[in-house]
């Protein structure tokens, strides 16, 4: 019996085009085709003359999840306003300002248009739409009401976006003040210091203590500069490449972050607050309850908080009371038991938790202001008495000197 050959999927590539249309309007546009010949041949079937076509660059821009959050606010506001979802596509993707953006619309676009579901065509970008997106896409199409939630999903984008943001935001600037103040440091001790020391080398005269404690450690930096910069620079390389790698790492860094002075409180409140906005847009949309923990666990971004939630999950599906299983998890604050339990009586569980979510995301926004408010002083004196520090300690024999004349 003879075996048919196995047919090789056709590679196909993204051209650019342009033409005119029946009116003589210079119209264009791209297409997905095996070669040029093809899309030449597909416009002519529609009309399209005075043909020229280019394959597209592939842009080297990022898909950011900024992108991401302001793609699904743009679609959910079309769709809301009667606009045909292929055509808000084509608005949306036209219109954006990354090209990256705009093809991996006009792909999602495509599958559309060859039967693919929405949440089929979003789920094979993985990388860009996680697990929670596509099950809210899922539900909206099945119950048919996809313009509100969308706009429910990108409110939700919204506020965990806002959310990363104002943690990025307090911790970037000690983060940056220390880099500022190593690399001052450096650059004093490896080539003003050794200034110094000529000139004192001159004085015949015993140097006082703090200066030749800077001295010394100044010999040091300009001896060992390479492996000083090396080893943090190796440090640090090592440190994120096994983080992003090791999941035993990440848990215990997790960990870590929460039980940090002043910052692991600021963590945990955005952690729960992120916890409880999923949960709360997941059981709006009508995921049920066990399915939804799928989507929060990984939502809340930290360790502590996805096994908290897979064990949730597990409590609740041996028929365990939802507020009973956070409870025993001992990583919720009692507000927060409380205001579940509450939902669960009446019935307005997504509700309560959108208030707490509510809640701790004002918690968080208070927490940064203090937070940035506090820090200002304590580094501006760290930076005092540093950089001062190794200013007194060199002038200190000059000014030993202008008492003995």
């Known amino acids: 019996m003879a075996v048919a ?19 003589g309007k210079r119209v264009k546009g791209e297409m997905r085709s095996p070669g040029e010949a093809g899309v030449s041949a597909h416009l002519r079937r529609q009309g399209i003359v005075d043909i020229k076509v280019k394959r597209a660059r592939r842009s080297t821009q990022p898909v950011t999840e900024k992108d ?6 743009q679609l959910a506001t079309m769709m809301k306003s009667g606009v ?32 693919s579901s929405l949440q089929q065509a979003f789920k094979k970008y993985p990388l860009y739409f996680d697990e929670l ?6 539900a909206g199409e099945a119950a048919g009401i996809l313009d509100s939630l969308l706009d429910r999903l990108a409110t939700y984008k919204e506020k965990i976006q ?3 943001s104002k943690i990025k935001s307090a911790l970037f600037y000690p983060i940056s003040i220390i880099v500022v103040a190593f690399v001052i440091t450096a650059v004093i001790m490896i080539f003003v210091i050794p200034a110094f020391e000529e000139l004192f080398s001159s004085f015949g005269a015993d140097l006082p203590a703090p200066t030749l404690v800077v001295m010394a450690i100044s010999k040091v930096f300009v001896t060992y500069w390479w492996l000083i910069f090396g080893g943090i620079g190796g440090g640090l390389y090592t440190f994120f490449y096994f ?24 963590i945990r409140k955005a952690s729960i607050a992120r916890w409880a906005r999923t949960l709360a847009t997941m059981f709006a949309a009508g995921v049920p309850l066990v399915e939804a923990f799928d989507s929060v666990a990984g939502a809340a971004g930290n360790a502590v908080y996805f096994d908290a939630t897979k064990y949730i999950q597990r409590e609740v599906t041996t028929g365990q009371n939802l507020t009973v299983a956070m409870q025993n998890t001992e990583v919720f604050p009692s507000m927060v038991l409380q205001m579940v339990a509450i939902g669960e ?7 309560m938790l959108s208030k707490v979510a509510d809640f701790y995301e004002g918690e968080v926004d208070d927490a940064v202001e203090a937070l940035s408010s506090l820090m200002e002083p304590i580094i501006m004196a760290v930076l005092g008495v540093l950089i001062g520090g190794m200013v007194i300690a060199m002038y200190l024999p000059i000014f030993k000197m202008g008492q003995v004349v």
């Open 5 to 23: 050959p196995k047919t090789q999927k056709v590679k196909e590539n993204i051209y650019a085009w342009e033409g005119k249309d029946k009116t």
């Open 68 to 73: 991401i959050t302001l793609f699904t606010r």
């Open 84 to 115: 045909p979802l292929l055509q808000a596509f084509d608005i949306v993707g036209k219109g954006h300002s990354n090209p990256s953006v705009a093809r991996l619309l006009f792909d999602i676009k495509t599958d559309v248009e060859t039967g």
């Open 133 to 138: 997106f596509c099950n809210l896409i899922g």
């Open 345 to 351: 009586e009446a019935g307005s569980l997504d509700s």
């Open 162 to 164: 806002a959310i990363k």
């Open 243 to 266: 983080w992003k790698r090791s999941r035993k790492m990440q848990d215990a860094m997790d960990r870590l972050m929460l039980k940090l002075p002043i910052f692991g409180e600021l």
